[in-house]
């Protein structure tokens, strides 16, 4: 599939949940160097913890695979989460908190020590099955208002959910459905995705 | 078929932590008791993949076995370093071909297709019917599932665990969709209550309860909030009102593992006197054990 991809430094590339649990951090590296491999240059890669416990050690060891980034659950311990942040300082990647299933957002991050490079606002694929369950753009401009954070929105499979959160004024969309059902139209896909983020 | 947990016996579930290498030789060490439920934990699974699962269980399956020094199979005498290949020194090489190199064929074949591989570890069919006693081991992989429940199941039970564990405050739809896939397969689901204030409101939100409930202090909650104490208070109340085996983890000496089970519950779960193999694991085990009956 990366090789397929358009060469872009928009595209950020992520390491999955599922993918890291079925291959750890090796699987990391491999990403990593693959996508450095195909733009030319070092690339960035999101290792998508999710981390729940342990927030330094997972850092740590993600950091060392080549992630760009690493994802912490908001839901986790906020003694988690501090540690989490810390530990991404400490190591250089850019840390990022998942607001999954986080109803208030504003409550997580004003109980931290401090704030996290990105938030991210995320509709989970088992929470899509319930048609009611929106994406909540409209956390976006408050988050932005009153943090100095960048936003992805996670949860959005269509090029039109897409664009309705660039529209909305996050800084990143996360996308992975559309690729993974037609790895065939990877790189169309991109260049329509990138077009539509513009 | 994998192992279920039986109702009216209390475990001791030793969460391995660390790297593969330590974890055979702590397993080793361990004596052989029904009882003793051995845990892929998730910084072993995020370290070495879901392989992890089915290593823990070649571990266990040949335990004891006395190959002999000149037959044993080459993985046991690995040194610590070249069981760990460095993350970091893979890196530096960069480039596609030497890290082709590097990646063993299951994870190329693995990464050129979307089937799922099974790794078996050393050869346990050849193995196993030379020790006639050997019970297979109950696998709990620790995957902390928060969504796409089902993938997560199917990966677990692919590798041979016995039972998944899932957050308690992942959404509902990912906690039913994971205890539906664990039934689908016949594996046990355990629901993780770490950072749930309570537990009962998230049983009772559910289309059905899960195997197993984890009453959890995590790590960092412990490390950095000395008055964080474990919920032992729930036990009694989840008890009353559902059928479900109760765990509780993060504490990890014997006092506490002694205040788990005077208040009822079936599993108790350590992994610091477990994180590094030595000459005390045989005694440490054996000593919980003991605490557990």
């Keep these: ?198 | 078929m994998p192992q279920r947990l039986q109702r009216g016996r209390k475990y001791l579930q030793i969460a391995l932590n660390s790297n593969l290498f330590e974890a055979g030789q702590i397993i080793s060490s361990l004596p052989s008791d029904a009882r003793i439920l051995l845990e892929a934990g998730t910084p072993l699974i995020k370290a070495e993949g879901i392989s992890s699962v089915s290593h823990l269980r070649s571990y266990w399956l040949t335990k004891g076995l006395n190959f002999g020094l000149a037959s044993q199979p080459s993985w046991l005498n690995m040194s610590a370093e070249e069981a760990q290949p460095d993350a970091e020194a893979i890196m530096l090489k960069a480039g596609v071909e030497k890290l082709n190199a590097f990646i063993p064929s299951w994870l190329k074949n693995s990464l050129m297709t979307k089937q799922p591989q099974v790794i078996a570890g050393p050869n346990v069919a050849a193995i196993a019917p030379m020790k006639k006693d050997l019970a297979a081991p109950y696998i709990v992989a620790d995957l902390k599932t928060a969504d796409l429940a089902s993938w997560e199941v199917m990966m677990a039970e692919e590798a041979g665990a016995s039972a998944v564990t899932c957050l308690g405050v992942a959404p509902l739809e990912t906690i039913n969709s994971f205890i539906a896939e664990c039934q689908k397969n016949s594996i046990d689901s355990m629901v993780d209550m770490m950072n749930v204030k309570n537990p009962l409101l998230v049983l009772e939100e559910l289309t059905v309860p899960p195997n197993v409930v984890i009453l959890h202090r995590g790590v960092d909650e412990e490390a950095f909030n000395r008055e964080k104490e474990l919920p032992y208070h729930d036990i009694q109340l989840i008890k009353n009102k559902y059928d479900i085996l109760i765990a509780v983890a993060g504490g990890d000496d014997f006092r506490e593992v002694q205040r788990a089970i005077f208040n009822d519950a079936d599993i108790v779960v350590v992994w610091k006197s477990f994180f590094a193999p030595s000459e005390e694991t045989a005694n440490l085990a054996t000593r919980f054990l003991q605490e557990i009956r």
């Excluded at chain 1, 397929?4 to 430094?9: D, K, N, V, Y």
């Excluded at chain 1, 992520?14 to 195909?38: C, F, H, M, N």
């Excluded at chain 1, 416990?53 to 695979?65: N, P």
């Excluded at chain 1, 931290?112 to 409209?138: T, Y």
Aim: net charge negative; charged share 25%; glycine share 8%.
């Design chain 1, 1 to 198: 599939m990366i090789s397929l991809l358009p060469a872009s430094e928009r595209i950020l590339l992520e390491a999955g949940t599922p993918y890291i649990k079925r291959y750890g951090y090796k699987g990391i590296a491999v990403l990593k160097s693959w996508w450095d491999q195909k733009l030319g240059q070092p690339g960035y890669v999101v290792a998508d913890l999710k981390c729940m416990d342990r927030g330094s050690t997972e850092v740590a060891l993600a950091a060392a695979a080549g992630a760009s980034a690493a994802t912490c659950l908001g839901l986790a311990p906020p003694e988690t989460v501090n540690q989490f942040i810390l530990e991404c300082q400490r190591v250089g990647i850019d840390s990022m908190v998942d607001m999954m299933n986080v109803e208030f957002p504003f409550e997580v991050l004003g109980r931290l020590s401090q704030l996290p490079n990105i938030v991210v606002i995320h509709r989970g694929v088992d929470e899509a099955s319930n048609q009611e369950k929106e994406i909540p753009f409209h956390h976006i401009q408050r988050i932005k208002e009153t943090y100095d954070v960048l936003i992805s929105v996670a949860g959005g499979e269509s090029f039109r959910e897409a664009g309705q959160a660039i529209f909305n004024d996050a800084d990143i969309a996360v996308v992975w459905k559309q690729f993974y059902d037609k790895p065939e139209q990877m790189a169309e896909l991109a260049t329509e995705f990138l077009r539509e983020i513009k």
